[in-house]
């Protein structure tokens, strides 16, 4: 389970990006956080991986306050967070199979247990006959496909992806988020954040809009009544 409890995120600049924010994940859900851009969704994110911190409140996951991690245990947590980004964040002077092998490679794994994982990966995604080609060479939906199969390669319990579909067409689009939705029945709690509502609303999963930072509406977790 993920917890929010009263969270709120103001930077250097001044703007307050969450404003006493109160969210619960259940374990295994997927939900779609949706709102206009600059609403708070990919700061929502950030703070799940630690790569930034909330001003105020606390963050729970399985039972504890990640807020007040130490710094040398943040690797670790991150090791069980994949992270989908919208530019991909892809090397190109890397083969896609080189690509989808580097997080394991940064963990220490065997080369060739790493080669095995992203090669399943890559599988997964429908790209295994690609594993040898640049990325650069391949369509905007491919990039994005390497990019999952990278964030899942961990075997991550948790996945993010800030805004995956914001560079497709709908047919690619609505490819991506099954793909997502893969991953989930699996048991792997899935974080989306989209501006495309409609395309959210046909997944038919909880919806979490946020508003100017504030939280408009969560619904209730996916095991609740």
């Known amino acids: 389970m993920l917890l929010f409890q009263n969270v709120s995120k103001r930077y250097?600049?001044?703007?307050?990006?969450?404003?006493?924010?109160?969210?619960?994940?259940?374990g295994g859900e997927l939900i779609f956080l949706t709102g206009h851009s600059g609403a708070g969704k990919s700061t929502l994110l950030k703070l799940i991986p630690i790569l930034e911190k909330p001003t105020s409140g606390s963050i729970i996951m399985d039972g504890a306050n990640i807020v007040r991690m130490k710094k040398h245990y943040i690797p670790l947590l991150r090791r069980n967070i994949g992270m989908v980004f919208q530019d991909?964040?892809?090397?190109?002077?890397?083969?896609?199979?080189?690509?989808?092998?580097?997080?394991?490679?940064?963990?220490?794994?065997?080369?060739?247990e790493c080669r095995k994982?992203?090669?399943?990966?890559?599988d997964k995604v429908g790209l295994l006959n690609k594993q040898d080609r640049q990325p650069i060479t391949l369509s905007t939906g491919e990039q994005q496909r390497v990019g999952i199969a990278r964030a899942v390669v961990n075997r991550p319990p948790i996945l993010l992806a800030d805004e995956p579909t914001g560079n497709l067409d709908?047919?690619?689009?609505?490819?991506?988020?099954?793909?997502?939705?893969?991953?989930?029945?699996?048991?792997?709690?899935?974080?989306i954040a989209t501006h495309d509502i409609q395309l959210a609303k046909q997944m038919r999963r909880r919806m979490v809009v946020l508003h100017q930072g504030k939280l408009l509406e969560a619904g209730v977790p996916a095991n609740k009544t």
């Open 170 to 191: 709908p047919k690619l689009s609505k490819e991506i988020m099954n793909l997502l939705a893969e991953f989930n029945a699996v048991g792997v709690t899935t974080i």
């Open 117 to 122: 994982r992203a090669q399943a990966a890559l």
């Open 88 to 112: 991909h964040h892809l090397l190109f002077d890397r083969s896609v199979l080189s690509n989808v092998m580097l997080p394991l490679e940064v963990s220490g794994m065997d080369r060739r």
């Open 12 to 26: 250097t600049s001044g703007h307050e990006a969450l404003r006493n924010v109160s969210l619960e994940i259940s």
